[in-house]
């Protein structure tokens, strides 16, 4: 059942019990009413009673002959029995106090009057000048008026109460009827839709299920005293056959443990009963073998009522990829730690030469400099230029090839960094008269040497790339920096700070903002600036090292601008 058809059913009857209980209310007033009816007729019946035998006292004389007292006897005995009346009548309006006050007067007034009246009649009452008790007299038949009145008041108010519950129930009972009715029709026409509906959803799940790549099986848990102890076979589609090679239709509604050891060898049972008992889903591989079949398969479960759902996923082509990747990167490895030793042999063996001919070059200028025409002094010049640039360009290589991620991180104030770089640089500072702006910038955690290879190539290339006739200015300025970029993601519980190191230098293109970072890329005549080609690339390496990023924003002739994203911890 569905939950609106559990909603509805629920709804409906609530409806109907509240109709019952409105019918069950509406006759208990009715009975009530009944009851209050007939108790009023009585209190009506007993005042009309103790009226008249009232009026029999008046009538009634022991003065009459002996001819007519036979016939006033009847009076007597009404008379007498009066206060029998009273006595009845304030049993019964014992819950009414109005009535029961009025019944007391009556009782205390003509307990007063009686004892005369059947004694003398009203003529022989006031033909002996005792007319004053004719007031008492009026008030008692009054009274008994008033007391009739008031029961004939107290009656059509409860008839007129009880007509105005009865058609408010009634109307009640009716609407919630049919709003009962109205919903179980509902109910049963949306039941009819949605189990069409499911009929084709169900058919339309197994088509999916059975054209899918993945392997689908259900199990329902097998309990002893309350424990699992095995896994009937419910469901399998076609894909879980061909992948396993079994026949399905042989195998749906046996047990796991009747099957080959490969249910026991790849503990499926134990990691089965973990899910239905905690109910958190699992995934795993296992190697699969039956006969010829060997296959590598991700196996993920889910927990289903009191049993699991089981996807079966050949993974084989990825575990060979994998294996293949694997030996790949030890080769790769291999090879760089190779490359690494090759590029610091070499670069340490030519030094060697390089440091010969910068030696003989300049004994050659100072001994011989002045024998020399003026061509053999410019090419003996370019020697030495040429050695000079091919010294730096063997010790950035070397540099860069021994830059590692490294795990020596330590806490480092980029103030004192910039600072030291300055002290570096002092002398070319001077010489360019350049100016420094800078925001205080902040701890991080970082490599020290890094660092300094990072702000050293940054401001020896603004410093270097000034342009002419112009002191250089460079700005470092700092913020912190947002995680969405743009052009890359930051980790947003990580807090990054963004710093940006400019320049009013000869700046440069920005379609060559990318490929400035690469190794030995050049934009600029090697002969009127110096360098290797390889500092930016060093500081992209740096920035990674740290879990960074950096890029570049510039114009011809307009400066350049360096942006460096780096984390205050790393992680």
């Known amino acids: 059942m569905s939950r609106k058809t559990l909603y509805a059913s629920i709804a409906s009857f609530i409806l109907l019990l509240t109709v019952i209980i409105l019918n069950r209310i509406t006759f208990r007033e009715m009975k009530e009413y009944t009851y209050l009816v007939d108790h009023t007729r009585e209190v009506i019946t007993s005042f009309e009673t103790i009226s008249n035998d009232f009026k029999s006292a008046q009538i009634y004389t022991d003065t009459y002959s002996d001819s007519l007292k036979n016939f006033y006897t009847l009076y007597k005995s009404d008379a007498n029995a009066i206060f029998t009346e009273l006595a009845y009548a304030k049993r019964l309006v014992k819950d009414n106090p109005e009535q029961s006050e009025r019944v007391d007067t009556l009782i205390k007034i003509i307990n007063e009057h009686l004892p005369i009246l059947l004694q003398k009649n009203i003529t022989e009452i006031i033909t002996k000048g005792e007319g004053w008790r004719l007031n008492d007299l009026f008030l008692i038949h009054k009274m008994l008026n008033d007391g009739v009145y008031a029961e004939k008041d107290l009656l059509a108010k409860r008839t007129s109460e009880l007509e105005t519950a009865t058609r408010l129930n009634n109307l009640l009972s009716i609407i919630f009827s049919v709003l009962a009715i109205a919903i179980l029709i509902l109910t049963l026409i949306s039941n009819f839709f949605l189990s069409k509906k499911g009929k084709w959803l169900e058919g339309f799940l197994e088509s999916i299920i059975n054209t899918s790549q993945n392997g689908v099986a259900y199990y329902k848990a097998v309990r002893e005293h309350g424990k699992i102890i095995d896994f009937k076979i419910e469901f399998l589609n076609r894909t879980i056959a061909e992948l396993l090679e079994i026949n ?305 924003d510039g114009q011809d002739g307009k400066g350049a601008s360096f942006h460096i994203f780096l984390p205050e911890k790393q992680f």
């Open 248 to 552: 399905s239709d042989a195998i749906i509604g046996k047990r796991l443990t009747e099957f080959s050891s490969f249910v026991k060898e790849s503990g499926l049972i134990q990691h089965y009963i973990e899910v239905v008992e905690t109910g958190k889903p699992q995934e795993f591989e296992v190697l699969y073998k039956r006969n010829a079949v060997e296959r590598w398969l991700l196996i993920s479960i889910a927990k289903l009522n009191d049993g699991i759902t089981a996807s079966f996923h050949d993974i084989s082509q990825l575990k060979n990829y994998e294996v293949e990747l694997h030996n790949k990167i030890e080769d790769l490895q291999h090879s760089n730690a190779e490359l690494e030793q090759y590029a610091y042999v070499a670069s340490h063996d030519l030094q060697e030469p390089l440091r010969k001919i910068r030696s003989f070059g300049s004994y050659l200028q100072e001994t011989q400099g002045e024998k020399l025409d003026e061509k053999g002094n410019q090419l003996l010049n370019k020697i030495m230029s040429s050695a000079e640039r091919m010294s730096a360009l063997i010790k950035d290589i070397l540099s860069f090839s021994s830059m590692k991620k490294q795990n020596r991180f330590t806490e480092v104030d980029l103030n004192e960094i910039v600072r030291l770089v300055q002290q570096d640089l002092d002398l070319l500072i001077t010489q360019t008269k350049a100016a420094f702006q800078s925001d205080v910038l902040p701890k991080i955690e970082a490599i020290p040497l890094q660092m300094t290879q990072l702000f050293y190539n940054l401001i020896n290339n603004s410093l270097k790339f000034a342009k002419e006739n112009e002191s250089p200015v460079i700005t470092i300025a700092c913020k912190p920096a947002e995680h969405d970029q743009g052009k890359f993601q930051l980790p947003k519980h990580i807090r990054y700070y963004e710093i940006i190191v400019s320049d009013n230098g000869i700046g440069f293109s920005k379609e060559y903002s990318e490929q400035i970072f690469g190794l030995f890329k050049r934009l600029n005549n090697k002969n009127h600036y110096s360098g290797s080609g390889i500092g930016l690339a060093l500081c992209r390496k740096v920035v990674e090292n740290h879990k960074g990023e950096i890029f570049a």
